[in-house]
């Protein structure tokens, strides 16, 4: 069952020198309980496309049915079922965790008993507990981006978009945060789509990938799938996969699909 | 949207910003020290010279300063959510379900009551250095002093989602506030000024709230300029809340 798909979706800035277009026609369609990896170049088109899946950016073209509400006419629902985690997070640095936890369920229209029990139950639940009370900014860097990914997941939403959620963090910390996003999805059956540049992050944990660039998918499949049809075999590194179907390497021409 | 959500999420917004304001002393006190400077080092000077205008001339100066607290103050409100914008709050909380205009007014309703209250210590100010005025005057001052923070925040805040960078606000800012300040006659009365420069500052809408309140604090309510400085207000606030919102409610890359 389909919990995203677009249609033609676009997007096209107005600047001085002209029109930009960002993201210029994306059909995508995601099935509900699956972890999306969207992988593309700096520039492709991943945070514009993630921006306007979770309303905070109007398309300029095409449609979009999140989680059974229609992006353009119904921004409500789509906002009601998603948690959305930005690159840069998106806390008060002077406020305590549970404050901003608290605030950000009664955002949702939960009752400040609820808020608060769910505080409780995610910072158990995502190793923060004992933390509650600690101002966000005296966090390291594993424990602010899980609260991040807390602060996503207070409402129990159907689908979680996590824009580049390892930037930043230490081996150790993205092993953690990989074995974390797995086990959002065995336990809750949470759609993921998540955005990166690590090849390595995308092989371990999407059971898809879409890969984007100038704006337009240019391939889409499992890791093996995209491996085997791209550089050679189910065992090629990924990364000559990705080289090969952006065509930013000396890989076979004929390989690489036309990006227009 | 019904009512009550829009209500409880203004608390929410509101509650979440009031907190930021009480942690910070600072912040509670910061905003009525230039007024304050005025009152005690240009107010002495303006006792005995005629200002054209009944009453003393702490009735004159004390309403231009309880509007001078609000300008300054609410005009610079859009600082804060240019920090917040950098670390990201202000997108989280759009991508939630809460209400355009509560983000709005939640933060513009703590504005207004930190600078009300600035007010009330500024007014409590003056009247140790001799100012007498009716209650309800220096009420009515008050109730001015919060729509006039309402509209400028709104506005503030408006500005910021667009500028987004402390280099092009700041600035921006200060070519506003400062031909404000001068043109609506906020430190002496324009009955003083020449024609051309009287007529200039009718085109000025702060100029009608600056002599409504003075006409407030003469003990007289039933006038025209107390009709024009209430139409002016309310028109402003109406039209300034009301772009702040579309804004909240559009603000794109």
């Given at each position: 069952m389909a919990i995203i798909s677009t249609a033609g979706l676009a997007r096209t800035f107005r600047s001085k020198a002209g029109p930009v277009e960002a993201v210029r026609g994306i059909d995508l369609t995601v099935r509900a309980g699956e972890i999306l990896g969207f992988l593309g170049p700096n520039g492709a088109g991943k945070t514009t496309t993630l921006r306007m899946l979770t309303t905070l950016l109007p398309p300029t073209g095409g449609a979009a049915t999140v989680a059974g509400h229609d992006l353009l006419r119904d921004p409500a629902g789509v906002r009601r079922a998603c948690g959305y985690v930005a690159q840069?997070?998106?806390?008060?640095?002077?406020?305590s965790v549970r404050e901003e936890l608290v605030t950000q369920g009664r955002l949702y229209r939960l009752t400040k008993p609820q808020a608060a029990l769910r505080a409780r139950e995610l910072t158990n639940d995502l190793g923060l507990h004992g933390l509650l009370d600690r101002k966000t900014s005296t966090l390291s860097g594993g424990q602010r981006r899980r609260l991040d990914i807390a602060m996503g997941l207070m409402h129990r939403p159907e689908v979680l978009f996590l824009d580049?959620?390892?930037?930043?963090?230490?081996p150790g910390s993205r092993a953690d945060l990989w074995d974390l996003v797995r086990r959002i999805r065995a336990d809750h059956g949470t759609t993921v789509f998540l955005t990166t540049h690590y090849l390595d992050e995308a092989d371990a944990l999407a059971d898809r990938l879409v890969i984007v660039d100038k704006g337009v998918i240019v391939a889409d499949g499992t890791p093996a799938d995209l491996k085997s049809r791209y550089a050679g075999g189910p065992d090629a590194p990924l990364q000559d996969a990705f080289l090969a179907i952006t065509g930013r390497s000396a890989a076979p021409q004929d390989s690489a699909p036309v990006a227009v | 949207m019904t009512i009550a959500p829009l209500l409880s999420d203004t608390a929410l917004i509101f509650g979440r910003y009031a907190r930021q304001t009480l942690r910070s002393k600072f912040q509670i006190l910061f905003g009525v020290l230039m007024p304050l400077l005025y009152l005690l080092f240009f107010g002495p000077l303006l006792t005995g010279m005629p200002l054209g205008s009944r009453g003393s001339s702490w009735q004159v100066l004390v309403p231009g300063l309880l509007l001078q607290l609000a300008l300054f103050g609410a005009s610079f409100a859009g600082f804060a959510v240019i920090i917040e914008s950098n670390w990201g709050v202000v997108e989280r909380m759009r991508v939630?379900?809460?209400s355009r205009l509560a983000l709005l007014l939640g933060r513009v309703l703590r504005d207004s009551a930190l600078f009300v209250f600035q007010a009330v210590l500024l007014v409590l100010a003056a009247l140790v250095m001799g100012l007498r005025a009716p209650l309800a005057g220096i009420l009515i001052g008050f109730a001015f002093v919060a729509l006039l923070t309402l509209s400028l925040a709104s506005l503030s805040y408006a500005l910021a989602m667009k500028v987004r960078t402390p280099q092009g606000f700041g600035p921006a800012i200060n070519a506003m506030a400062m031909p404000s300040m001068l043109l609506s006659g906020l430190m002496l009365p324009m009955t003083l000024a020449p024609g051309w420069l009287n007529v200039l500052s009718h085109f000025m809408p702060f100029r009608y709230l600056v002599d409504a309140v003075r006409s407030a604090y003469l003990g007289s309510y039933a006038t025209t300029t107390m009709l024009y400085g209430g139409l002016v207000a309310a028109g402003f606030a109406v039209f300034a809340v009301t772009v702040g919102t579309r804004v909240f409610r559009t603000a794109g890359a």
């Open positions: 840069s997070g998106g806390v008060d640095p002077n406020i580049e959620p390892t930037t930043g963090l230490d | 939630t379900p809460v």
